[in-house]
């Protein structure tokens, strides 16, 4: 059983920063995309940013320059540095992982608020 367990998340206010983490385990050797999507109160779930294997680094315009994404693929790893946080980041920041089938894995989801 695969499982990705988020931690980081919590109460800022604007302009600061957060570090959000995500370990996956379980019986897989590697994912071959990992990363963090989000969902606001009555909003779809949006895709933050990804890191695909030997693949280019996808970030939502929303947060270019703001955030970073890296991880470590031989430790099923993913981070998301958070800065200059803005209320419009509130949100349930959702671990993201894709097997090398095609599988997809989701966190249980780690709460973001930034407060005005």
């Known amino acids: 059983q695969v499982q990705l367990v988020e931690s980081g998340g919590g109460l800022v206010q604007t302009g600061g920063s957060l570090r959000l983490s995500c370990a996956g385990s379980?019986?897989?050797?590697?994912?071959?995309?990992m990363g963090w999507y989000r969902q606001a109160p009555g909003k779809e779930r949006e895709l933050v940013a990804v890191?695909?294997?030997?693949?280019?680094?996808n970030y939502a315009d929303s947060v270019k320059g703001r955030f970073t994404i890296s991880g470590d693929n031989a430790k099923n790893t993913v981070y998301l540095q958070m800065n200059n946080l803005k209320p419009e980041d509130t949100a349930v920041y959702y671990c993201?992982?894709?097997?090398?089938?095609?599988?997809?894995?989701w966190g249980q989801g780690t709460q973001v608020t930034v407060s005005s």
């Open positions: 379980g019986s897989i050797f590697n994912f071959a995309v």
């Open positions: 993201h992982a894709r097997s090398l089938g095609g599988r997809p894995y």
């Open positions: 890191i695909p294997i030997g693949g280019l680094i």
